[in-house]
């Protein structure tokens, strides 16, 4: 898969990405649309949340359909689409669990710790 991908410097490229694979409780999806944020323009000048990791795939608005569904996978369909949510969490912890995912020990942002989508 091409994805984009920028280092915080002002430098912004494609790169060829070999296509995941979803583990258990995951869906692989393929981006439709996804806007651009301001944020994604600041992330590529490194002006980003002090966590940002880089290079990073920017994009955390995304809308997307489901193409393949790892095991334990119930409540989606391969051909539904879906809007992502900003935050990957655990949904276990204590937080996650009292509903402040966005303090989950093990938090992800898309677009800014972990990949976020590229439509091509
Ligand atoms: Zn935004
Ligand atoms: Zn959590």
Redesign the pocket.
Known sequence: MKTIVTNGEGDIWDEERPRPEPDPGEALVRIRAVGICGSDIGLIHGEGPPWTEYPLTPGHEVCAEVVELGDDVESLSVGDRVALHGFV?????????EGR?Y?????REIGFTVAGGTRR
């Open positions: 969490y655990c949904g276990t912890c204590t937080a996650c669990r995912y303090q989950c020990d093990d938090l």
